[in-house]
């Protein structure tokens, strides 16, 4: 089946430093990735989708310049939180679709905290 | 946009009872997916079922798109079902795959 891997799976970062989460569609391309974000015992939001080949489309509230999703190729994502505050400390985690296919699977997650 | 509710919020069950957790949504959906999330975070799909009823061992489900509600049965249940069940959905106005999250329902199941 569809298998999507996200890297790193936790990470921790010194507020002020950016840093770069990659998802990746294993084994089918992906032309439509989705960023979610879900901090404590909440549900998960969407942040962004990202477009392979053009700009991502970013939901109300989120900022652009803040988290910056490059989509370069069929099979990879790449979602960097620059500036990074302590308000930024969640879970993230990514999804992707295979083509002619309506079920999104999601990679495991990216955990981040921001000191 | 589309409004997802799950209920109940929260749920303790002891092992072997089955249990119904429920999903409603305001408008019509091209997707609906359960989701079960580990304690690690990971999102486990269970169902894709836009509508119908479908079977996978000791978990069923059924969603009535008429009526805009899903339901997941949990039957016998174990220690390791305890986790966050999510209900998604998408709907045809959105972009195609954007699934919308309900808050879930925490699942406990005691020994």
């Known amino acids: 089946g569809a298998v999507v891997s996200q890297h790193p799976s936790w990470v921790i970062c010194k507020s002020g430093t950016s840093v770069k989460i990659e998802c990746r569609s294993l084994?089918?391309?992906?032309?439509?990735m989705f960023w979610y974000r879900q901090f404590p015992k909440q549900s998960l939001m969407l942040m962004a989708t990202?477009?392979?080949?053009?700009?991502?489309?970013?939901e109300q509230g989120v900022e652009k310049d803040k988290f910056l999703i490059n989509h370069a190729s069929l099979t990879l994502s790449t979602l960097t939180v620059t500036s990074a505050h302590p308000e930024d400390s969640s879970f993230y985690i990514c999804?992707?679709?295979?083509?002619?296919?309506?079920?999104?699977?999601f990679g495991a997650g990216s955990r981040l905290t921001v000191l | 946009g589309i409004q997802v509710e799950q209920s109940p919020p929260d749920l303790i069950l002891q092992e072997g009872a089955n249990s119904t957790l429920r999903c409603n949504f305001s408008d019509s959906v091209n997707n609906l997916q359960w989701f079960h999330q580990n304690p690690w975070g990971q999102l486990i799909n269970l169902f894709y079922?836009?509508?119908g009823t479908k079977q996978n061992g000791r978990l069923s489900a059924t969603t009535v798109a008429t009526e805009r509600y899903s339901l997941l049965y949990i039957s016998s249940s174990q220690t390791t079902d305890s986790g966050v069940y999510f209900c998604a959905v998408s709907g045809y106005g959105g972009s195609q795959g954007n699934l919308i999250f309900g808050k879930g329902t925490k699942l406990s199941v005691k020994p």
């Open positions: 999804s992707a679709r295979n083509s002619g296919a309506n079920v999104l699977t």
């Open positions: 079922i836009p509508s």
């Open positions: 990202s477009n392979e080949g053009s700009k991502a489309t970013y």
């Open positions: 084994d089918f391309q992906a032309t439509t």
